[in-house]
């Protein structure tokens, strides 16, 4: 057998997990070894509502979006149909995305299960409260992905696999030089430093969760006018949204934008008055006009050093972590002359869940 090779992956949200286990599960004798500063449950997708719902990157190739998004939505739907989905926090969900302008039909409708355009009754309803001017929308069938559930579900599926966890900050990709073949950077913000990337920035984004198991429909209201709200609910809470700060860098829970956020929610959704505020979460996204999943390199200590960049999906990493996860698998492969007979990138439920081994 030939020798192994190091890679190392840097950061360890839901883009920089996955991917090291993807590494781990693509039957190429890689020694992955997972370096973050932060792990669960102190990354952004811990915070997140986690809805599977692509953003419209600007500069991002559509076919790419719908390829990472349409295989992680597929991710989603098995998990839900197999008894991993309590464990993995992963639901299926119904509901409406209202607008107040006019707008284009997403360019992922037909990857889901449904997809409709709203009826004129539908809208007159929305419109009833007053806050927003709806004038269309739809309603569509989703998942919503617990992290705070599937990352250490992922962490526990890395480890089994070999992965090897350290805990430490890195100031610069080639202080990694010397110990490792290549190396993965899923770093986010952090690549505005670690790949003098000064294209990438943070959306601060606010939210709250709340004890009310009697909304069982999302409800999506995005304007050009006003402040957009969202109410997600998901296994266990409904999550309150949403407040957008783009270039803000401070991560401090702004109590005054939390009750301007919960007000608009109970103004469109008024029984949410009685539901119990149980988690308030201030986050940092970490974006730039296009994602950055491609190949690089470095020279260090005279050798030239493979590098991975995987990051800047901002709101849409848990939409397109696995299917940017199997992209940069296979980027880590070719950067080592592999071919695809000695390794498996492909999307298959069975290998990547590890039901073929597993007691669950």
């Not at 890679?7 to 693509?26: D, K, M, P, R």
């Not at 991993?84 to 037909?110: C, I, M, N, Q, R």
């Not at 949204?241 to 702004?254: H, P, R």
Request: with cysteine; glycine share 6%; proline share 3%.
């Amino acid at each position: 057998m030939a020798s192994s090779k190091n890679v190392c992956v840097v950061g360890a949200g839901v883009i920089g997990l996955s991917t090291a286990y993807s590494l781990t599960n693509c039957r190429a004798n890689f020694k992955v070894t997972l370096i973050s500063e932060k792990f669960s449950p102190y990354t952004t997708g811990d915070g997140a509502a986690g809805k599977w719902d692509p953003s419209n990157y600007h500069q991002t190739p559509v076919e790419h979006l719908r390829k990472w998004g349409s295989i992680t939505y597929k991710w989603f739907h098995d998990l839900t149909y197999s008894d991993l989905a309590e464990t993995t926090g992963v639901s299926l969900v119904s509901g409406y995305h209202y607008y107040d302008h006019h707008v284009e039909e997403p360019f992922w409708k037909d990857i889901l299960l449904h997809f409709r355009h709203v009826t004129e009754a539908e809208i007159d309803k929305a419109n009833e409260n007053g806050y927003y001017d709806i004038k269309c929308g739809w309603f569509y069938t989703t998942f919503f992905l617990d992290c705070e559930k599937y990352l250490p579900w992922l962490m526990d599926r890395f480890k089994a696999r070999g992965g090897s966890v350290i805990q430490r900050r890195v100031k610069d990709l080639s202080e990694l030089a010397g110990e490792y073949d290549c190396i993965v950077n899923c770093s986010g913000l952090g690549s505005y430093q670690l790949a003098n990337d000064k294209s990438v920035y943070p959306i601060r984004g606010q939210l709250a969760r709340v004890n009310a198991p009697w909304i069982k429909h999302f409800m999506n209201f995005c304007s050009n006018k006003k402040e957009n709200t969202y109410i997600m609910p998901r296994a266990n809470d409904v999550v309150l949204g949403l407040y957008n700060e783009t270039n803000c860098w401070n991560n401090q829970l702004d109590e005054k934008m939390h009750e301007e956020m919960l007000q608009r929610a109970y103004t469109v959704m008024p029984s949410l008055k009685d539901a119990k505020v149980t988690w308030k979460w201030s986050g940092l996204r970490p974006s730039r006009p296009s994602i950055r999943l491609e190949s690089d390199f470095i020279y260090a200590n005279g050798k030239k050093l493979p590098i991975i960049h995987n990051y800047g999906h901002a709101a849409s990493g848990i939409t397109l972590h696995l299917g940017c996860a199997l992209d940069a698998t296979r980027m880590v492969a070719e950067s080592f002359g592999m071919q695809n007979s000695v390794f498996d990138n492909s999307y298959d439920f069975q290998r990547i869940s590890q039901r073929y081994n597993s007691k669950l």
